[in-house]
């Protein structure tokens, strides 16, 4: 096989329909949205197949391209991430609630004794929280700092890492020995409590967040997802970080040592949402959200699983790979543990010559991508272009070019390389650069992009 890269030029207006993805819902605040984008990567979708069968969105993520292009075609999308299943599960299928049963759902996260037990058990941490932003408030700012600075519960927890006998650490050994004597100690009830709260989250917070966790894992399976997926927003909406992202705790301090400016400000502004009133909130946008067409459904399966037991069903597919090691790192593994709602072992990492769990409470066991690891994301690529065209399957493939000091960890393959790959197995290959407005068809000489003018770059695989 072979070819050249399409060496015509065209230039579609993309204006409008940018103006009308700017309100696009967003599950949650996403660093590497698509939504700008839909309607060009619609565009190349039903250029490559005009048969608007289904389509198979690998790499799915937020479910921002699924959700849609899911009014015009059936989809099945595909993360390896139980986050990504998730969100994809209720952006594709929300479930339509009333105001009573949205009533009633916060009713049950608030009241139910589970809820109040974990209350009880958090109760030292809760008061001491309090007064260290009302000292900060009168100027004195050691406990508060302390309290951002000092790790979760989960790791309060082994005696190598203990917290000293501060009044912060009294708290939280008080607080570990209440979760104890309850059964709660390691219990789902309480993972976002454990793991999060007072790090990216106040701890009454977190205690809610847990409590409409248990609420949509006992509701049926009709609206399970809807239910969490609306607590991943909640989530993404009350942490206190810079950016509202889950990459790294909120840093009380500066370079030279003093308490940043505004410190205070900020942890009052975001610590003090109510939970369960942002709940609310999210719970009524997705049920005002459309339906995607027919039996569309989301998978968490590896990517070369799902193509081999999708294909056959599906008439295109869509790939957005994990170019960098944002995707399956950082940024979403809040948002995968609150969906797992299990125990994870925490990264370790070196400091003062010492391994310690990480600042950021890291799962040990986050998926590490092919696509983010140099020496492998060619052999990815291939073993993507191979497998959809094997199954004779058309693909469109996103990538995101990267301009250095943009806050993006750089590509580990190049667009050439990526356009060479995708030639050994498809005779008819287009490279299309998109900037949210126009969307134009390069040729080979043109690869090289000089800014980030060209916002996204669409890979179209002919049959």
């Known amino acids: 096989m072979g070819g050249k890269v399409a060496a015509v030029l065209t230039s579609i207006d993309y204006r409008e329909q940018v103006e009308q993805q700017a309100d696009l819902f967003r599950p ?25 069968g289904r389509l198979l969105d690998l790499f799915a993520g937020t479910g921002s391209v699924g959700a849609a292009l ?25 479930s339509a609630l009333s105001q009573a049963e949205i009533t009633n759902i916060v009713a049950r996260a608030a009241s139910n004794e589970t809820t109040k037990q974990v209350l009880w058990c958090l109760q030292p941490l809760l008061d001491h929280e309090r007064e260290c932003i009302r000292e900060a408030i009168m100027g004195d700012f050691s406990e508060l700092v302390e309290l951002l600075e000092s790790p979760p519960l989960a790791v309060h927890s082994i005696p190598e890492f203990a917290a ?21 100690w390691q219990s789902a009830e309480t993972t976002v409590s454990r793991y999060f709260g007072g790090l990216y989250f106040s701890f009454i917070q977190a205690a809610m967040l847990d409590a409409l966790l248990s609420v949509a894992n006992s509701s049926d399976e009709q609206c399970r997802d809807t239910l969490t997926a609306a607590a991943l927003g909640t989530a ?45 909130t999210w719970l009524d946008r997705y049920a005002r959200l459309p339906s995607a067409r027919g039996k569309s459904q989301a998978i968490r399966q590896d990517y070369l699983a799902a193509i081999g037991q999708n294909a056959s069903n599906c008439t295109v597919a869509y790939a957005d790979p994990p170019y960098t090691r944002d995707h399956y790192s950082r940024f979403y593994h809040v948002l995968e543990t609150m969906c797992l709602r299990d125990n994870p072992a925490i990264t370790k990492v070196m400091k003062d010559s010492k391994r310690v769990p990480s600042r950021g409470a890291y799962r040990e066991d986050r998926h590490q991508s092919a696509f983010c690891i140099r020496s492998a994301a060619p052999a990815a690529f291939d073993a993507l272009f191979k497998a959809t065209r094997e199954h004779d399957l058309p693909l469109v ?6 301009e250095t000091g943009d806050g993006t960890h750089p590509r580990v393959v190049s667009m050439n390389q990526i356009v060479e790959l995708a030639h050994a197995h498809y005779d008819r290959v287009e490279v299309c650069t998109v900037d949210g407005v126009t969307h134009n068809k390069l040729n080979s000489s043109e690869l090289t992009l000089k800014t980030r003018d060209q916002a996204e770059i669409l890979l179209k695989c002919f049959r």
Not at 31 to 49: M, P
Not at 70 to 85: I, P
Not at 165 to 179: F, P, Q, V
Not at 397 to 402: A, D, E, G, I, T
């Open 397 to 402: 493939l996103s990538y995101s070019p990267h």
């Open 164 to 184: 000293p006998s501060t009044r912060l650490g009294d708290a939280a050994h008080e607080a570990i020995h209440r979760l104890h004597g309850k059964g709660l």
């Open 236 to 280: 993404s909406q009350l942490v206190n970080t810079v950016g509202k992202q889950f990459a790294q705790p909120i840093q009380p301090k500066n370079k030279s040592g003093a308490v940043k400016p505004g410190l205070v400000k900020v942890v009052q502004r975001d610590r003090s949402l109510d939970t369960l009133q942002l709940y609310r």
């Open 70 to 94: 899911g009014c015009r075609r059936e989809v099945t999308t595909v993360d390896v991430q139980e986050y990504s299943r998730v969100l994809c599960s209720a952006v594709l299928s929300p």
């Open 28 to 52: 949650i605040y996403y660093l590497g949205c698509k939504n700008s984008f839909t309607s060009a990567i619609q565009a190349a979708i039903d250029d490559v197949d005009p048969s608007g």
